[in-house]
């Protein structure tokens, strides 16, 4: 099976790897931007999310497989390699598994450690809309808004709407199988797992994802690594300070 994707400009091959619940199209306008550096971008969607195919396995074994695939698929190697939140989870163990295909690795927001699972109310909240009932993508947003108080979230996971007939919404992410496997998301990179290239983590100063006391795991199993801060960024630093973001990657890469 292979994995959705949107190719966009040419040069170096750069695959981008979106979060939990997220898509290869939340990053159009930084993959509009990186392409004009003579790269060519892959913004891929995970299986279960976008427009890729839905299976019952999911964990991160399965998803670095299907990178791996895809990069066969593509005749891809030397890769730029940049991965945010689960979809860093993904990059890491790909890199970590296949070296060789791999010339930089760009981790966002994400420790390889072990994270609780904390999707509860986004999970309960996408459950709980009825398609027989939702008209409109309004209808959808105030539904989801009981459960999930920031605009900018529900904005983000209401990507995921689209058309499956006239006059009938529905999700593109296999919501089930997420819900049943959630916990897979949280999993830590395998004790084994070492990248020796470079690599450098991302990590924004309002989030609490990446904290002072995981720079001796990242640097365990990233030796060649650095860690920057963007400023006046949560999680979703790429989309909340994209020039700083922008900036940082491409220091990196040239």
Known sequence: MQLHSNI?????????????????????TLAKQFSESNFEVHLVDQRNHGRSFHSEDFDYEVMAEDLKHYCDDHNLSDII??????????????AATYPE????????????????????AILEGLSSLDFSELK????????????????????FLL?????????QLGLRINLEVLKNNVSEVGEALPV???????TLFLRGDRSEYIGDTDETI?????????????????HWLHAENP?????AVMNFVS
């Open 8 to 28: 966009i400009g040419e040069g170096k091959p750069f695959i981008i790897l979106h979060g939990f619940l997220g898509m290869g199209d939340n990053w159009k």
């Open 101 to 120: 295909l791999v010339n930089k690795l760009i981790v966002a927001d994400i420790s390889p450690r072990y994270y609780p699972v904390h999707h509860d």
């Open 159 to 167: 990507k995921n709407l689209y058309w499956v007939e006239k006059g």
């Open 218 to 234: 990242i640097h365990r199993h990233f030796p060649n690594s650095e860690i920057i801060t963007i400023s006046n960024a949560g």
């Open 192 to 198: 084994h797992a070492v990248f020796e290239k470079d």
């Open 81 to 94: 390699l940049l991965g945010h939140s689960m979809g860093g989870k993904t990059a890491m163990l790909f």
């Open 136 to 155: 409109t993508r309004g209808d959808a947003d105030k539904a989801l808004s009981h459960y999930i108080h920031e605009a900018g979230i529900r904005m």
């Open 243 to 247: 020039k700083d973001f922008y900036d």
